[in-house]
């Protein structure tokens, strides 16, 4: 009876041993090299171009950035290569510009790609939609709300 407890404990320790060097699973939604993962963590997360669109002051500032592990070229297109338009409460267009820059940009990892769009001194009081948009391959395009005299 003395062996066969000896066996057992000896089996059961063999077991726990072989199972303390496996790797814990990781939930992909955690899992920050993950392409699913959401959120943003300030890391790079595979796979995405990154948008952002906020309105400052007098102007905003529409960003995108590299979250991927590769270097990003993107191919703007000559004839409006970056718009944006401004739609009042009713949904009519108020302003719309482009810029005709037709070229290829080479984003690195993590690095990113400014434009700086100025706000219209002569827009009267209300709510406002802005949508900045780069015609290129791919097409990016970001949409935020601003206020005016509210």
Do not use: W
Request: proline content about 3%; some cysteine.
């Amino acid at each position: 009876m003395l062996r066969i407890s000896l066996l057992l404990i000896l089996i059961i320790g063999l077991i726990s041993c072989s199972q303390q060097g496996e790797k814990p699973k990781v939930d992909e939604q955690t899992d920050p090299n993950s392409e699913q993962s959401s959120g943003s963590s300030g890391g790079i997360v595979a796979g995405s171009l990154e948008t952002s669109l906020q309105i400052k002051d007098d102007h905003a500032l529409f960003r995108v950035k590299n979250q991927t592990e590769q270097v990003k070229e993107l191919h703007l297109k000559s004839e409006d290569a970056f718009e944006y338009i401004i739609r009042n409460g009713g949904g009519e267009v108020v302003f719309e510009q482009s810029q005709n820059k037709g070229e290829t940009v080479v984003l690195k990892q993590a690095e990113e790609l400014k434009y700086k769009i100025p706000l219209p001194g002569d827009l009267q009081d209300g709510t406002y939609e802005l949508t900045a948009i780069l015609h290129g391959n791919p097409e990016l395009e970001e949409v935020t709300s601003f206020s005016v005299g509210e």
